[in-house]
């Protein structure tokens, strides 16, 4: 789970380490009293007297707040030089969307002077699952390109066995590196590995898989972390419930960026998805966009591979899977509904797969929740596209006298319903004929 950045600070400087000093965190515009900006109808802008903006003192920074990366190339992060111009970027950032998400909240802070800037991180090596700090002289880049580019400009130093704490000659060794390369005060070199022992404490007390310092910039007063990254292990979370209550934060939140609205969605339902393409993803032509409803997380990510893969073999790459889900664990016959109703929502969809390999899950409970959508849907004149998969597993045969039962009674609803029952196809073969029925036009039959 990642932290925003304005909340990796607040930890940061709870442990001791340097911040710039916070004006305000502001997630929307339009109010009066404490957030300095009206918003009129036809848009945002500054209040008119002397400087309303929290005793701010500028110049200052104002920090769009998302949890994806370029955030400074998408134009995130602004330097404004008095109120007015903190009001109206604060008003724009708000407004925007950066790597296909939203800007929810923005952080306007003290605008530091400095001489210098580096990089101080601690992570995980997956290999080894050893404890690892990174250093560079360079800050504010990319760590891993210019680890790549420029490798004499990165110090590794892997620390076997997890320390609780960071050894003292690891510390020095790694303020000594980036002290080498930078100006600043006297006794840099002590303040850097303070910094450095800091991190790694905050890592290991918080359970962090990921907290970077980006970048470290040294001056007058000594190093302060101009920006960072916290990313808690969701396996941790229940052993972090005095943070998370520190910082506001009730329940567990999307780990690499904000969620889309259909993960949101699903996460209100109970059902665990990813979206694969961004929130406005855009139709690309001659492309067939797949959704999946598989039984279980395994084969929901089997089935990303399997669904491209076909689609290379086949069909010329054209075959792009929308998301990630797990339907399996017994879901009820509404939750069901729900996830197919999701996905016939989402506009990309062409047309869905599903399986439902009955163990813990019901195929009676399944076959039933998806006809109970494809039923409303007709009625209620909304979407629906065609819907391909096989079921095989607990209660099969009631499933089946089910799906027959229902064919009868209301033919129509379930014309876009192709559904394998039993072992007679393996998935690979469903997904193939789906994708050629769908490609070719034909119409779905019942099997």
Not at 28 to 42: I, L, N, T, Y
Not at 244 to 254: F, M, S, T, W
């Amino acid at each position: 789970m990642r932290l925003y950045e304005h909340e990796a600070k607040r930890v940061l400087s709870a442990a001791g380490v340097k911040v710039p000093r916070r004006y305000a965190v502001l997630d929307s515009v339009g109010k009066r009293g404490q957030d300095p900006f009206a918003c009129r109808p036809e848009g945002c802008s500054a209040q008119k007297g002397p400087d309303p903006f929290f005793r701010a003192r500028y110049p200052a920074m104002v920090k769009a707040q998302v949890l994806v990366g370029g955030r400074g190339k998408a134009g995130g992060i602004r330097r404004v030089a008095n109120g007015a111009d903190a009001a109206d970027a604060v008003c724009d950032l708000l407004a925007r969307h950066i790597g296909g998400y939203p800007v929810r909240s923005v952080l306007v802070e003290e605008a530091l002077e400095s001489t210098a800037s580096c990089y101080l991180g601690v992570t995980i090596n997956p290999a080894t699952f050893n404890t690892v700090v990174l250093a560079s002289a360079e800050g504010g880049v990319d760590i891993e390109e210019a680890a790549r580019a420029r490798p004499e400009t990165v110090l590794r130093a892997e620390l076997p066995e997890n320390p609780p704490a960071l050894p003292t000659q690891s510390a020095r060794e790694i303020a000594s590196f980036l002290a080498h390369s930078l100006s600043g005060p006297r006794g840099i070199e002590d303040r850097l590995a303070t910094v450095a022992s800091t991190l790694y404490d905050t890592f290991q007390t918080h359970d962090c898989k990921v907290l970077e310092v980006n970048p470290l910039l040294i001056t007058s007063r000594g190093p302060v972390a101009a920006d960072a990254k916290m990313v808690l292990d969701d396996n941790a979370l229940y052993r972090q419930t005095k943070l998370l209550a520190r910082l506001k934060i009730a329940g567990k939140r999307h780990e690499v960026a904000e969620p889309t609205e259909r993960e949101r969605r699903a996460f209100e339902a109970g059902f665990p998805y990813v979206d694969l393409l961004g929130e406005h993803a855009e139709r690309e032509p001659g492309k067939v966009y797949v959704g999946l409803v598989p039984g279980g997380a395994g084969y929901g990510i089997f089935a990303i591979d399997e669904v491209t893969g076909i689609g290379e073999l086949h069909f010329g790459g054209r075959v792009v899977p929308v998301n990630f889900m797990d339907s399996g664990g017994g879901p009820t016959r509404e939750g069901v509904a729900e996830m197919f109703d999701l996905l016939m929502d989402y506009p990309l969809v062409d047309l869905i797969i599903t399986s439902r390999f009955g163990g813990i899950s019901s195929c009676d409970v399944f076959i039933r929740g998806l006809v109970d959508c494809l039923r409303r849907r007709r009625a209620e004149k909304a979407r629906v596209v065609p819907v391909y998969g096989r079921m095989v597993g607990t209660d099969l045969p009631a499933a089946r006298a089910f799906l027959e039962s229902a064919r009868r009674e209301t033919p129509e609803p379930l014309e876009v319903l192709s559904m394998v029952v039993g072992n007679r196809r393996i998935m690979a073969e469903v997904i193939r004929e789906a994708l050629t029925h769908h490609l070719s036009g034909s119409g779905e039959g019942t099997r």
